[in-house]
């Protein structure tokens, strides 16, 4: 009896052995996927101009290993050469760029910049497939890309690698492919450069009536915290028909003050472009009295005119941005202001009249009356700048009168 029992003991142990083993493999294996979390993290916007958007990044932690890396598609150096004519060009090369998040969250603090980190709900094939396709991206052959500010930026490259991840198909909360959501580039444009309206100014100086056309939302995601916001609220559908959301877990990793700076202190370009006028027509209303052209100062205006004519002809001809064709604002800013200069102030001093200021007039006086009917949003600033030109070709056109 006692030999009975050792033996079916033995028989039983085995048994146990047998089968613990493949649980405790499967055990092990589901630790190892656990240790590994992937995220997106998003970056309130900084003061510099190419900072105004925010950022996206994606944080690998992989806590068996000790590694927490962050991905970063958004590296380029002001260094690069011919870095502003490529710029203008629309030939930026920007790189996938790897830090330690210690060095990232280091620079974030540094510069005031809150962080939110959201927690990417991937299966164990899904951290696999991200991790492979990152490490793709690095490779040196690999890592530079053609950077677009709307269609190809640092949110869309790892908003693109995520939903390549996806086993299934990411469910958005919304149709990204309906256009009739009343945004527009230069709506999103503004959104982001509140606070700094010379950015804006500036900008909107150089992007067309393409950029007011209404955008989907998919388009929209070229600004980080639109991808973050999609995101939050976004489902993945399995192969299973199986339902989970994208995000797991949402948090602040870096809480800073991101208030922007008041510049009501600050002279905007309404309040400069008004002032600019004011002085203008009273310097013109001044030399009608007297008779007098001030011909320095038309110099002085129309080459101004004219340089900013070149920089959006510039962009019109040559650059690969999008939406800064076609640009209203040639009728106003255009190179002709700069290359009849000469001929014009020489018939201004010989009082001859101008036929290229009475153009002028005939096409700014258009400008201005259908303004509200121009297919392109325009800044309010533009305005006076307009009739200051105005003013100036006909002060010179009444002063260069003559009766038969």
Not at 125 to 137: A, D, F, H, S, V
Not at 213 to 237: C, E, G, H, Q, W
Not at 287 to 314: E, H, P, T, V
Not at 341 to 366: A, D, E, F, H
Request: glycine content about 4%.
């Amino acid at each position: 009896m006692k030999k009975y029992i050792v033996k079916h003991f033995h028989l039983l142990f085995i048994i146990f052995c047998v089968c613990i083993t493949p649980i405790q493999a499967q055990s092990t294996k589901e630790n190892h996927s656990d240790s590994i979390r992937l995220s997106l993290l998003t970056c309130a916007p900084g003061q510099e101009i190419y900072s105004l958007f925010g950022h996206t990044a994606i944080r690998y932690e992989n806590f068996t290993q000790h590694i927490d890396a962050v991905f970063n598609y958004g590296i380029f150096s002001f260094n690069t050469p011919n870095f502003i004519l490529r710029f203008t060009l629309g030939e930026t090369d920007y790189q996938l760029g790897v830090s330690s998040y210690e060095q990232f969250a280091a620079e974030y603090n540094y510069y005031g910049r809150s962080v939110w980190q959201q927690t990417l709900n991937l299966n164990i094939e899904e951290k696999k497939r991200l991790i492979e396709l990152l490490e793709t991206n690095y490779r040196p052959e690999n890592r530079v890309y053609r950077y677009n500010f709307f269609y190809d930026n640092c949110a869309t490259r790892p908003r693109d690698q995520i939903e390549k991840a996806i086993i299934g198909k990411l469910i958005y909360p919304e149709d990204m492919k309906d256009d009739q959501t009343g945004k527009s580039f230069r709506d999103i444009i503004h959104q982001y450069t509140k606070g700094h309206p010379w950015d804006r100014f500036g900008i909107d100086l150089c992007i067309g009536s393409k950029a007011d056309k209404p955008i989907n939302r998919r388009l929209m995601m070229f600004a980080p915290f639109y991808v973050k916001d999609f995101f939050s609220k976004t489902i993945i559908l399995d192969r299973h028909n199986n339902k989970r959301p994208l995000i797991e877990l949402e948090e602040k990793i870096i809480t800073q003050d991101n208030t922007t700076s008041d510049s009501s202190l600050s002279i905007t370009p309404l309040q400069a472009s008004l002032l600019l006028f004011i002085l203008i027509t009273a310097l013109t209303i001044y030399g009608i009295r007297c008779k007098k052209n001030f011909w320095g100062a038309d110099i002085i205006l129309f080459s101004i005119a004219g340089i900013a004519g070149c920089i959006l002809i510039f962009l019109a001809i040559f650059s690969s941005h999008p939406a800064v064709s076609p640009n209203y604002l040639l009728f106003i800013f255009h190179p002709l202001h700069l290359l009849l200069l000469p001929w014009v102030i020489k018939q201004v001093k010989k009082k001859r009249r101008s036929i290229y200021l009475m153009l002028n007039c005939g096409v700014l006086t258009l400008f201005i009356l259908l303004w509200w009917f121009i297919p392109q949003k325009i800044d309010l600033a533009v305005l006076p700048l307009a009739l200051c030109l105005l003013v100036r070709s006909t002060s010179n056109l009444i002063l260069t009168y003559k009766k038969d």
